[in-house]
């Protein structure tokens, strides 16, 4: 079958941020130009036509009452893990739900950390994770990643350790593929990376929700399955939600195979008693990861891998001085406009308020640690993507 990546559609009024909210202050669309949905992490694609369907199908019973997770709910991740990352082994106990990636990073954080504790974390850094060590009073430390001489995006070992030394840290967040710089890490990098936490004895969290979302010519290597060590003091969080299209619905789950890290995690929890499924959450997990669901995956990271090559390449012909590292996963694109701005003499609030005045909303990208960078999202019909880019050539990056 078929599915249809090219229809554009309109949100307004379907209780959708991305198609109604201007990211940033005092910005605004000029007279003329449509809106180019193009900054927080959710598509403009329809799901895959088995959620629908799966969702559509429990809603005619009209009762929606207290429920456990079913055994098909299980049966599903376990089939999911296994066909997309050769998952083997895992059993219905080592799977747990999670109102959300973050949910279980602070449910986490509580249980394997204290307030005031140092926490290590790449940067650039996912603001998801900043707001939720934030929240919790943890001390932020930052060990950047650095492009080679290839542009590409490499952890610095040597940084990380030095860094978990002095800072006494004992728990650290793993984010694979990388979000926002779209690195797909290979196994050697993740071995190293957790070779170092294990010299350092760190509990690690690994955020593994774009897992599903690898663009043609990469794979995805599970954080747990490098090593006998690696799966034993990693709490991996996993979701639908990247992949779908399904935030609005609610619904992450973690692989712990350690029971001590998996009974504190739990503990945690289940203590606020709201860490708990949505039933038609549970529903459309099933038909995401139905064989109709995986076909749609393949063929949605085809057009990803399509948008992102257009968008690269684009940018190098005709943007002169700005930089990127070539997402291998993931579709968002990461722009560092810092040689650009310094030429033009143009401050980052000016550029990112011009992009936004031809329609293009894009996101700033300094509040994921990194400076003079905007952060851009390509999981919308080609079409608009070259609209975009056209408009960026000649309103904006002239």
């Not at 196994?187 to 760190?202: G, Q, T």
Request: aromatic share 12%; hydrophobic share 40%; proline share 4%.
């Amino acid at each position: 079958m078929q599915y249809d990546f090219t229809t554009i559609m309109d949100r307004t009024g379907r209780d959708a941020i991305a198609a109604e909210v201007i990211p940033f202050e005092g910005a605004q669309i000029r007279e003329g130009f449509s809106r180019l949905p193009m900054w927080v992490a959710d598509m403009n694609f329809a799901t895959a036509p088995a959620i629908q369907e799966r969702i559509i199908e429990r809603t005619k019973h009209p009762a929606f009452g207290y429920f456990n997770a079913s055994e098909e709910y299980y049966r599903s991740i376990i089939g999911w893990q296994e066909a997309r990352n050769g998952v083997t082994g895992l059993t219905k106990e080592e799977i747990g739900y999670e109102n959300g990636v973050l949910g279980c990073v602070s449910s986490a954080l509580q249980a394997f950390s204290a307030p005031g504790e140092a926490i290590l974390v790449h940067a650039p850094t996912y603001v998801g994770f900043t707001g939720v060590l934030e929240g919790n009073g943890r001390k932020i430390v930052h060990s950047p990643l650095k492009r080679d001489a290839d542009g590409v995006w490499r952890m610095d070992y040597a940084d990380m350790d030095r860094k978990i030394k002095e800072n006494r840290i004992h728990f650290a967040i793993f984010c694979s593929p990388h979000n926002p710089t779209g690195r797909v890490w290979e196994k050697e990098e993740i071995e190293a990376a957790m070779d170092v936490y294990r010299r350092n004895d760190c509990v690690v969290i690994s955020d593994e929700i774009w897992s599903d979302l690898i663009l043609e010519g990469y794979r995805h290597i599970p954080t747990q399955s490098v090593s006998e060590d690696a799966r034993m003091r990693t709490i991996a969080v996993y979701a639908p939600s990247k992949t779908f299209n399904l935030a609005g619905l609610v619904g992450s789950y973690h692989i712990v195979y350690n029971r001590y890290l998996r009974d504190r995690l739990r503990k945690q929890s289940s203590l606020s008693h709201y860490n708990s499924m949505n039933v038609l959450s549970m529903h459309a997990l099933i038909g995401a990861y139905s064989p109709a669901g995986k076909e749609w995956t393949d063929q949605l990271c085809h057009v990803l891998t399509e948008n992102v090559d257009y968008a690269y390449e684009y940018i190098r012909a005709h943007f002169d001085g700005v930089k990127l590292a070539k997402p291998q996963g993931t579709y968002m694109l990461y722009l560092d406009c810092e040689e650009w701005c310094q030429k033009k003499g143009i401050a980052m609030d000016e550029l990112i308020r011009a992009g936004i005045e031809v329609g293009v909303i894009w996101q700033d990208g300094r509040p994921f640690k990194h400076p003079y960078t905007i952060r851009m999202n390509l999981a919308l019909p080609r079409s608009l993507v070259e609209e975009a880019f056209e408009r960026l050539r000649k309103y904006v990056f002239v």
